[in-house]
C-alpha cells in the first residue's frame, strides 16, 4: 500500500521566516510527486516533480525531490501572511489509473 | 473557463437518507474521481474513473456508488447516509500531466 508522511503536522512562523516542510514516501513503481496548497477550500496545484535533484521553484517557493531517499521538501522563503494554509504533499504510481495517494498535510501559519 | 463543478456546498442528511453530489467538469479530462477529506486522515480516494462508462474503487468506497456516463459527469451516490459519513467531499478531475483540478468542496453532516 502507497503511504506519504508529512512532517511537521503544524507549524508556527513570524512572517519573514524561512519555513521547509518535509514528506516521505512509500509507492510501488512511482511516477511523480505533487504539492499542493488548501486554504479555506479546495487544495491548488503547486509543483510536480519526477526526477530527482532537480529544484522546481515559484516564486518564493520551491521544492525538490530525492528518489532514492523517497523525500521531498517544500521551502517557503520570506514567508507572508498569505502563506498560512495546509500544504498537502501527494505521490502517484505508474499503474493503468495512476492513483494519487495524500500524506495528511502540514498546517502553516505565518504571524505578524 | 468553469473548471470543476460541484454541487452542493453545503448538505445536512439524517442517517438512512440518500443523496447524490454532483461534479462536471469542462476541461474534457478523462480521469474524474472522488476524494473526502477528514481531520487528521489527509485525502482519501472514494471511486475514480478514467473515462466514459468506466469507474473502479477507491480506498474508502463502501456506501457510495458512481457512474459515468459521459465524459463531463461524475456524480457521487450516497445509498444510506451514516453518520461516519460525515466529511468534506471533493470532486477532482486531472490533465494528461497529472495535475488535478478540484471543485469547491461539500461539506456533508450526517445526523
Known amino acids: 500500500e502507497d503511504k506519504v508522511v508529512q512532517s511537521p503536522l503544524s507549524l508556527v512562523v513570524h512572517e519573514g521566516d524561512t519555513v521547509t516542510l518535509n514528506c516521505s514516501y512509500e509507492v510501488t513503481n512511482f511516477r511523480s510527486l505533487l504539492w499542493y496548497k488548501q486554504e479555506k477550500k479546495a487544495p491548488t496545484f503547486l509543483f510536480m516533480l519526477t526526477s530527482s535533484g532537480i529544484e522546481k521553484k515559484s516564486g518564493r517557493l520551491s521544492s525538490i525531490l530525492d528518489k532514492k531517499e523517497l523525500f521531498s521538501i517544500l521551502n517557503i522563503t520570506a514567508t507572508q501572511t498569505g502563506d498560512s494554509a495546509v500544504y498537502l504533499c501527494?505521490?502517484?504510481?505508474?499503474?493503468?489509473?495512476?492513483?494519487?495517494?495524500f500524506g495528511t498535510g502540514t498546517r502553516l501559519q505565518v504571524t505578524l | 473557463n468553469a473548471g470543476v463543478t460541484q454541487t452542493p456546498k453545503f448538505q445536512v442528511l439524517k442517517t438512512g437518507q440518500s443523496m447524490t453530489l454532483q461534479c462536471a467538469q469542462d476541461m474534457n479530462h478523462e480521469y474524474m474521481s472522488w476524494y473526502r477529506q477528514d481531520p487528521g486522515m489527509g485525502l482519501r480516494l472514494i471511486h475514480y474513473?478514467?473515462?466514459?462508462?468506466?469507474?473502479d474503487q477507491g480506498e474508502v468506497p463502501n456506501g457510495y456508488n458512481v457512474s459515468r456516463s459521459t465524459t463531463e459527469d461524475f456524480p457521487l451516490r450516497l445509498l444510506s447516509a451514516a453518520p461516519s459519513q460525515t466529511s468534506v467531499y471533493f470532486c477532482a478531475s486531472r490533465d494528461p500531466n497529472e495535475k488535478l483540478f478540484f471543485g469547491s468542496g461539500t461539506q456533508l453532516s450526517v445526523l
Open positions: 501527494a505521490v502517484s504510481n505508474t499503474g493503468t489509473a495512476s492513483k494519487l495517494t
Open positions: 474513473s478514467v473515462g466514459a462508462g468506466i469507474t
